[in-house]
């Protein structure tokens, strides 16, 4: 399969050139050029798949004709070797809870797999030092499961990007306590000026020519079509409780850069037989805002307390709108957003607590207000829930009233040391650092 970029250019690349890469040169994002239909038998019989099963199926598609299929097996059995439940909370209303992994995030999906698909890349098409550099800018979660799926590799770096003061100490915990193969960048700035420098990096051809380096996040085509996985997952679940429900999913979906999205439009164009998406935003509002007038207008970035959304200028939405064409109506008929204020998540951490009894998360809060008010009548609800509660421990002690568990894996951050430098948000500055023996 041969990917493009987002900006028009008429250039196509294989897929490795895709992974090595990172993002093309003229600032736009890789897309497939096309997208595999699963055959509509498969969903007849995938309430008996497992994850591994439908990991396979899905990911052979769509690279069987770049890596046998021995390779793709190993690649999906080491990425998803941890449980993704689908949860009841109420009738018609499901969590597909994606923080069972080994950072109790949902990004540990896609970095676990862009990191086993770049491996395969490194043995095929060896960089001139043997290694590949990983650059990610980060508002919370991901940069966490980046680097926890390559430290201590011998054949990947990682240059993690944050911006100070904006993500929770756990979240810090996680991205600055590795060393080692794991630079961690406190940078000056926002989360978006963080999102800029990686660009800005990536396309320093200068930059590139003394060390071969990447991109992360959803921003790797790797990364984002990992996530189409649990998609077909979550229906297979909800096929397995009640067929009929399945019949009426509409899939919830919490949206900073909107990679989990873009994740699942592309799941419904590979088949997966879903009505629609509900997209949650929170008060960083710019998608919901296009939703609702057809216009793209970025606004001021702004800190809440679901931190790991807080972006303004979403880098996904040129795939989105790629991926419809540029049909507003179209888009719109699939897609609709709903926006939740801080107050809104606090109320809605803690109200659904005492009613039901499940514990959410902020992010997974925000997706459950918008499954509430974006439901209709008759459709099955199934939010995806982005982060394990007690990430974000402090936030959710203080609504409940009480404290919540400690899972060991978070406990046993308390007595890391944070291994990070502090850097302004400028490109130079940062070139140098990168260059520095």
Do not use: W
Request: charged share 20%.
């Amino acid at each position: 399969m041969l990917y493009h970029s987002t900006s028009g250019d008429s250039h196509h690349v294989d897929l490795f050139t895709a992974l090595a890469t990172g993002v093309p040169d003229d600032n736009g994002l890789y897309l497939p050029d096309s997208l595999p239909v699963l055959p509509p038998a498969l969903f007849n019989n995938i309430a008996g798949m497992t994850l591994q099963d439908i990991a396979y199926v899905v990911a052979n598609s769509l690279f069987g004709n770049d890596i046998d299929s021995e390779t793709i097996n190993a690649i999906v059995n080491r990425t998803f070797d941890f449980d993704i439940p689908l949860v009841r909370i109420e009738p018609d209303h499901y969590s597909l809870e994606l923080f069972h992994g080994p950072t109790l995030a949902f990004k540990d999906v896609g970095a676990r797999f862009m990191t086993n698909m770049l491996s395969e890349l490194l043995r095929h098409m060896p960089s001139p030092t043997g290694k590949i550099t990983v650059l990610a800018a980060t508002s919370g979660d991901s940069g966490a499961s980046i680097a926890n799926s390559i430290a201590g590799r011998d054949d990947i770096n990682a240059v993690i990007f944050y911006p100070k003061g904006k993500i929770s100490r756990m979240q810090e915990k996680q991205i600055a306590t590795y060393g080692g193969n794991i630079q961690a960048v406190e940078v000056r700035g926002s989360f978006d000026d963080c999102q800029m420098l990686v660009k800005q990096l990536l396309n320093d051809k200068e930059l590139c020519e003394k060390m071969p380096i990447t991109s992360a996040n959803s921003m790797n085509i790797a990364h984002l079509l990992g996530q189409v996985v649990t998609y077909f997952h979550g229906y297979a679940r909800l096929s397995a409780i009640d067929p009929q429900k399945a019949a009426k999913m509409v899939f919830v979906i919490p949206s900073g850069n909107l990679g989990n999205l873009t994740a699942a439009v592309i799941a419904k164009r590979m088949g997966l037989p879903v009505r629609r998406f509900i997209a949650a935003t929170n008060a960083n509002d710019t998608f919901m805002r296009y939703i609702s007038t057809g216009i793209y207008t970025p606004g001021r970035q702004m800190s809440t307390v679901a931190n790991a959304m807080d972006v303004s200028d979403p880098y996904n939405f040129a795939r989105l709108i790629e991926l419809y064409g540029g049909d507003y109506d179209k888009l719109v008929s699939d897609i609709s957003c709903f926006s939740c204020s801080d107050g809104d998540i606090l109320t809605t951490i803690r109200d659904l607590y005492r009613s039901t009894g499940y514990l959410t998360d902020p992010h997974g809060a925000v997706t459950y207000f918008a499954m509430k008010r974006g439901l209709k009548h008759g459709e099955t609800g199934v939010m995806l829930s982005p982060a394990h509660p007690a990430k974000f421990k402090t936030t959710i002690d203080a609504v409940l009233g009480q404290e919540i568990e400690m899972p060991r894996t978070l406990a046993q951050l308390s007595v890391k040391r944070l291994q990070k430098v502090t850097l302004p948000p400028n490109h130079l500055a940062v070139k140098e650092y990168l260059l520095i023996p």
